[in-house]
């Protein structure tokens, strides 16, 4: 049996996301977050996943005393320093082709900059702000007249379908390939896949 940690401060879809598709496989989840207000504890309740509060300062002590395969970030807002880092291995996903559009609001910012193509990215974790290299990335286009909300829910159905197939990669010691992303798809037109999943 794998065991993950995902750490979330705010929503914590992507966390759902990794909860389903890991649901009846054999990986282990606890959900950690920094704000004791999140939302995404509230959803590890409901999905019945182990959660706890743990506060930025306590993530060296709690890290140091456990053993993850994989600490998978997951709208964690905080840059994590060095001495937590080397207690494991860690994963981060962020909306936007990285490196550019790094930090908070990536979506909105792409989106307000005019590109024609943004994406998400997931990479691994350095203590500099969404630096790390990159495992994966997946594009989504921007048409000329695609509205903000439609161009920010295809983000997130990306990220929801990347995520999740890139830690199962991990842990099974292979190759992210992007063809898993078309299983069971019946094609679509658009830049970037999940919409049908
Ligand atoms: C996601 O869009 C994630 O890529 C982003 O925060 C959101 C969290 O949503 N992360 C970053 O911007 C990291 N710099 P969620 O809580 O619903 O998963």
Redesign the pocket.
């Known amino acids: 049996m794998k065991k993950i940690a995902v750490m979330?401060s705010?929503?914590?879809?992507?966390?759902e996301a990794i909860a389903k598709f890991f649901k009846d496989k054999e990986v282990d989840i606890t959900c950690l977050s920094d704000n004791i207000n999140a939302f995404?504890l509230e959803r590890a309740k409901k999905l019945g996943i182990k959660h706890q509060y743990l506060p930025f300062e306590e993530n060296a002590g709690y890290f140091g005393a456990r053993n993850f395969d994989l600490i998978v970030l997951?709208?964690y807002m905080r840059v994590l320093p060095e001495d937590v880092l080397e207690l494991g291995r860690f994963v981060?996903?962020?909306?936007s082709l990285l490196p550019a559009f790094k930090?908070?609001d990536?979506i909105q910012r792409a989106f307000n900059a005019g590109v024609k193509v943004s994406g998400v990215t997931v990479h691994h974790v350095t203590n500099e702000l969404?630096g790390g290299k990159i495992i994966a990335q997946y594009p989504v286009l921007i048409p000329n007249l695609m509205h903000y909300d439609e161009f920010e829910a295809e983000i997130?159905r990306v990220?929801h379908a990347l995520y999740p197939k890139v830690i199962e990669c991990i842990l099974e010691d292979k190759v992210f390939d992007f063809s898993d992303l078309y299983d069971g798809c019946g094609g679509c037109s658009g830049g970037g896949c999940g919409g049908c999943h």
Request: charged share 15%.
């Open positions: 979330g705010g929503n914590g879809s992507n966390f995404i997951a709208g981060n996903i962020h909306p930090g908070k990536a969404d997130h990220e």
